[in-house]
């Protein structure tokens, strides 16, 4: 039997949701099947509705999906809420004796998890690894990898121990009173050496293989994990991590940093990035480079602090007075926020330049299984280093490339200078139009390079269709498995999905847009920010938008149903 199983873990902020849908995913993932996992949860650190949802199937997943499967309820309003999800055949996990005003039977399970928690371990805090263990005795799972899973994460001593008890007291009440009433089992498949990653992982982890060694950032949702995640990591990979007092401080670190030589990179939201918009000027005229990661988040202002959006493709690409060149990289998924994250750096130091990573709440906590990373693939391009010449050393040469070569602060044979007013080659103020043009001319140059190192679109499905669907970053996954239903259902469509948006892959996408009858831009925005650069960039306009903006993801099926009312 084929599994492609949906699990969903409800509850309010505190109860513990995204522990168990964690562990919940690391227990797939751990026995050979490949996992996707995301959450939604509000801004407060107590109460508010919150839910885990992790997706199991035997080949690779990319996305999440309805409906529910089984619902692991840690509170009466995730019943409520999520009921109609639940499938016919599907099963809720609820506490009995919390839970009373509620009809039981049907798909209703309800063990008495506070209950159990607090006799087998005196903590009734307990319940969710008595709720987590008791829906996978529902579905048969080996309790062995249950209690690894469970030892590994809280340790051998007594939260380790507490936590295997309970999780067997809710294992053995399914079994017993349950046991063949829900009518999907699954069984490891073996021990798997993939890992199970978010995004803000792969990215931090990206950094450290690119040679990182200084990240400043201000806390900000969704991208804090990334520098927690850095700091952890620091005295083992020699990294400064410093959170400063906002984010104006943050890219100015980053920047004198990476003036200095070091490889450096901060992390916030795109109401951060509001405040580092002059620092991102400074990068540009000093031409030092930096890495700035974007994690995009429902605006404008504070907005939907904890939720999805593709709001800020227009803003980076054009953020800040003046001319000069940038790059942006729009990772599709985990795999690729690390690979990304590498060349960020690669390109920010050989076209000294600063480099915008767009990644959003949505790839950034989600969860997926992935190929362990081959490291040895990784490479590192410092660029155009001074490496010593007669005369005087001059920091913003004038070349054919836009390229100057790159001495740091204190290197035998150049002074490096420096300054935030345009200037001359040597790094002095000028004020005169003939020097100002050939500065301008010069960084803009540049970007002939830079094109050539984007790499072209993804184009996923047969190279002409009659329909095309144009996404890019996170979408990505959602998207290809709605090509792959579509396709199933015998429509002609394929799927060009763009994650280095900037220098703009013109031409690429022209060539596509031009063999398709009708085109469609899916992104998570109001406006259709892609849409609008891709008629900016190419001429073309496309024929329709499917967009959505409520701060949640797309779905395969969500997509699938709005190229369906558009008479595909």
């Not at 579509?486 to 013109?506: D, G, M, Q």
Request: hydrophobic fraction near 40%; charged fraction near 25%; aromatic fraction near 8%.
């Amino acid at each position: 039997m084929t599994h492609n199983i949906n699990f969903m873990v409800g509850g309010e902020a505190g109860q513990g949701v995204q522990s168990v849908g964690f562990l919940l995913a690391k227990v797939f993932a751990r026995s050979g099947y490949h996992v996707f996992a995301d959450q939604d949860y509000e801004s407060r650190v107590r109460g508010g509705h919150n839910f885990f949802r992790v997706r199991v199937k035997e080949s690779q997943v990319m996305a999440a999906a309805e409906p529910v499967d089984v619902l692991i309820a840690l509170n009466k309003e995730s019943i409520d809420l999520h009921r109609k999800e639940v499938t016919n055949d599907g099963v809720i996990v609820f506490d009995a004796e919390s839970v009373k005003d509620i009809s039981t039977g049907g798909n209703l399970f309800g063990v008495p998890l506070a209950s159990i928690a607090e006799e087998r371990t005196g903590n009734k805090v307990m319940a969710n690894t008595v709720a987590l263990a008791a829906a996978l005795g529902l579905v048969g799972y080996d309790f062995g990898i249950i209690e690894k899973v469970l030892r590994d994460h809280f340790g051998a001593e007594e939260a380790g121990e507490d936590n295997a008890r309970a999780a067997r007291a809710g294992y053995d009440y399914t079994q017993r009173n349950f046991k063949g009433i829900f009518n999907q089992r699954i069984s490891p498949l073996g021990d798997s050496k993939r890992m199970l990653l978010n995004g803000n992982e792969a990215i931090a982890l990206g950094a450290i293989a690119a040679g990182c060694k200084f990240i400043a950032a201000y806390p900000m949702t969704p991208s804090t994990p990334i520098m927690e995640y850095l700091e952890a990591k620091a005295r083992e990979f020699d990294l400064v991590v410093v959170q400063p007092e906002d984010e104006i401080a943050a890219i100015n670190m980053i920047v004198g940093a990476g003036y200095a030589g070091a490889r450096a990179m901060t992390a916030t939201s795109g109401s951060g990035f509001c405040l580092m918009v002059e620092g991102l000027g400074l990068a540009g005229i000093t031409e030092t480079p930096v890495v700035i990661v974007d994690g995009q988040r429902s605006g404008p202002a504070v907005g939907l602090p904890t939720r999805t959006e593709q709001g800020d493709l227009q803003f980076v690409l054009h953020a800040h007075h003046g001319d000069f060149p940038r790059a942006v990289l729009a990772p599709a998924n985990v795999e690729d926020a690390f690979w990304l994250t590498v060349k960020a750096f690669n390109l920010a130091e050989k076209y000294q330049l600063p480099v915008i990573m767009l990644t959003d709440h949505y790839l950034a906590s989600s969860y997926a299984t992935v190929e362990r990373f081959n490291v040895s693939k990784v490479t590192i391009d410092r660029g155009l280093l001074f490496s010593g010449i007669s005369g005087e050393y001059l920091r913003y040469k004038i070349t054919d490339s836009g390229i100057s070569p790159r001495a740091f602060p204190g290197q035998e044979g150049a002074l490096v200078v420096a300054d935030a007013d345009e200037h001359n080659e040597v790094g002095h103020i000028i004020e005169d139009a003939e020097t100002r043009t050939r500065m301008v001319q010069k960084r803009l140059r540049k970007l002939f390079g830079l094109k050539q190192d984007i790499a072209p679109p993804r184009l996923y499905g047969t190279e002409r269709a009659d329909n095309t669907l144009i996404g890019w970053g996170s979408t990505y996954g959602a998207l290809r498995e709605a090509i792959d239903i579509l396709r199933k259902e015998k429509t002609s469509v394929n799927l060009l999905h763009l994650s280095e948006i900037w220098p703009f892959p013109a031409e690429a996408v022209a060539d596509v847009l031009s063999s398709s009858k009708n085109n469609y831009v899916v992104e998570n925005n109001a406006t259709g920010q892609l849409a609008r650069l891709i008629r900016s960039e190419t001429g073309k306009e496309v024929d329709d938008k499917i967009l959505k903006f409520d701060g949640r993801p797309f779905t395969p099926s969500q997509i699938v149903e709005q190229v369906k009312k558009r008479g595909c």
